[in-house]
């Protein structure tokens, strides 16, 4: 079995909204998530959660603070397990542009936090928990 792969996940909270991609390729195909990927060796955390967001969205931010990280698991459709991340849930501060797909999104777009928890958006495990505790961590500074 390969090691684990470390990943930054953006978490940018403004107006009251969150910042989400709708995944183009498997882990949560189609399914709504932060915007974020792979940590190149020898790349700070910033500069990846910078870079991935950029690349994601076109949104620029400034990556604040590490505030959570989550275990997640690609299985195959016999829960062989094939690749584990360990996404770093940084905190970002929204400085410019208005989201646009790009890289492997295949939509992304400001969400409002009360619609995180309705049945209609299908979303990865532990996003509408990891935006609510970025806004109240937004909130607070």
């Known amino acids: 079995m390969t090691s684990p792969i470390a990943a930054t996940i953006a978490a940018v909270i403004r107006d009251g909204h969150v910042l989400l991609v709708r995944r ?17 060796a020898g790349e700070p955390l910033e500069a990846a959660t910078a870079r ?18 989550v275990d997640v698991f690609d299985r195959d459709d016999t829960g062989a397990l094939r690749r584990h991340f360990i996404l770093i849930a940084m905190l ?39 935006a609510r505790k970025a806004a109240a961590l937004m909130a607070g500074s």
């Open 24 to 40: 183009a390729n498997p882990p949560d195909e189609n399914c709504w998530a932060f915007p974020g990927g792979k940590i190149n």
């Open 92 to 130: 970002c501060r929204w400085q410019s542009g208005e989201p646009v797909a790009g890289d492997d999104a295949r939509d992304a777009r400001w969400i409002a936090l009360p619609d995180l928890e309705g049945h209609e958006l299908a979303s990865s495990f532990g996003v509408a928990r990891l």
């Open 52 to 69: 991935e967001l950029l690349e994601e969205t076109g949104v620029v931010a400034e990556p604040l603070h590490v505030f959570d990280a």
